[in-house]
C-alpha cells in the first residue's frame, strides 16, 4: 500500500499533464496543416485570377 501512495504523485502527473500536452500538440499540428491549405488555397485563387 505505501508503494501505491509513493506513485500517486507520478500517476496524478500522467493524469493531468499528458493529456495537455497532447492537446497543445494537436492544436499546434492543426494550425500548421491550415496554414499549408491556406496558401494552397491562395495559390489556386491567383490562377484563376489571372486566367480571366
Same mark, same amino acid.
Do not use: D, R
Given at each position: @500500500? /505505501? #508503494?501505491? #501512495?509513493? %506513485?500517486? !504523485?507520478?500517476? %496524478?502527473? %500522467?493524469?493531468? &499533464? *499528458? !493529456?495537455?500536452?497532447?492537446?497543445?500538440? &494537436? @492544436?499546434?499540428?492543426?494550425?500548421?496543416? @491550415?496554414? *499549408?491549405? #491556406?496558401?494552397? %488555397? /491562395?495559390?489556386?485563387? /491567383?490562377?484563376?485570377? $489571372? $486566367?480571366?
Amino acid at each position: @500500500m /505505501e #508503494t501505491l #501512495t509513493a %506513485l500517486l !504523485p507520478g500517476l %496524478l502527473f %500522467l493524469f493531468y &499533464f *499528458v !493529456p495537455v500536452i497532447f492537446i497543445i500538440w &494537436f @492544436m499546434v499540428t492543426l494550425v500548421k496543416q @491550415m496554414k *499549408v491549405q #491556406t496558401k494552397l %488555397l /491562395e495559390q489556386i485563387h /491567383e490562377k484563376l485570377n $489571372s $486566367s480571366e
